[in-house]
């Protein structure tokens, strides 16, 4: 299944920018190192979150929804979020992050949990954060997790 999922997350970025993204990536891993890389993903993620603001949400199931309705209308995958005992728990599948190349799938998820702490924030999430609890996987999952962590 994973090269059926390879060629369709190719297929999702227009090749007008694939070689693009992909030099930039490496100017920037030759540039930054991959705590500031993280940070800055992180900050870009907060600035798309600000500029995209959530309606309020009642219910885990209409935050649901209305993640996976501006994913789905930018074409950067779906969401699936559940309520854990502890935590918040977000998993997010078909990011098109792999355009900056695989490299680069160690400090883009930034960018996605930097776009949940902000969205969430300002859905009243004060004092809690999001945290990656995973890496990019062969399923195109990665997991984010809002609760109270260890600073």
């Given at each position: 299944m994973?090269?059926?999922?390879?060629?369709?997350?190719?297929?999702?970025?227009?090749p007008q920018w694939r070689?693009?993204?992909?030099?930039?990536?490496?100017e920037f891993e030759t540039q930054i190192g991959h705590d500031e890389l993280r940070q800055l993903m992180y900050r870009?993620?907060?600035?798309?979150?600000?500029?995209h603001q959530l309606p309020a949400c009642e219910s885990t199931a209409e935050l649901a929804q209305t993640l996976n309705l501006y994913w789905h209308e930018?074409?950067?995958g779906y969401v699936e979020v559940s309520d854990e005992a502890e935590c918040l728990r977000i998993v997010?599948?078909?990011?098109?992050?792999?355009?900056?190349?695989?490299?680069a799938l160690a400090w883009t998820p930034a960018f996605l949990q930097g776009v949940y702490q902000t969205w969430l924030?300002?859905?009243?999430?004060q004092g809690l954060?999001?945290?990656?609890?995973?890496?990019?996987?062969?399923?195109?999952a990665i997991e984010f997790r809002?609760?109270?962590?260890?600073a």
């Amino acid at each position: 299944m994973v090269p059926i999922l390879d060629y369709l997350l190719e297929r999702q970025i227009s090749p007008q920018w694939r070689g693009m993204l992909t030099a930039l990536a490496h100017e920037f891993e030759t540039q930054i190192g991959h705590d500031e890389l993280r940070q800055l993903m992180y900050r870009v993620g907060g600035r798309f979150a600000a500029a995209h603001q959530l309606p309020a949400c009642e219910s885990t199931a209409e935050l649901a929804q209305t993640l996976n309705l501006y994913w789905h209308e930018m074409d950067w995958g779906y969401v699936e979020v559940s309520d854990e005992a502890e935590c918040l728990r977000i998993v997010h599948y078909c990011a098109p992050l792999r355009t900056f190349g695989d490299a680069a799938l160690a400090w883009t998820p930034a960018f996605l949990q930097g776009v949940y702490q902000t969205w969430l924030s300002a859905l009243g999430a004060q004092g809690l954060s999001v945290a990656q609890t995973s890496e990019y996987g062969e399923d195109t999952a990665i997991e984010f997790r809002l609760g109270r962590h260890p600073a």
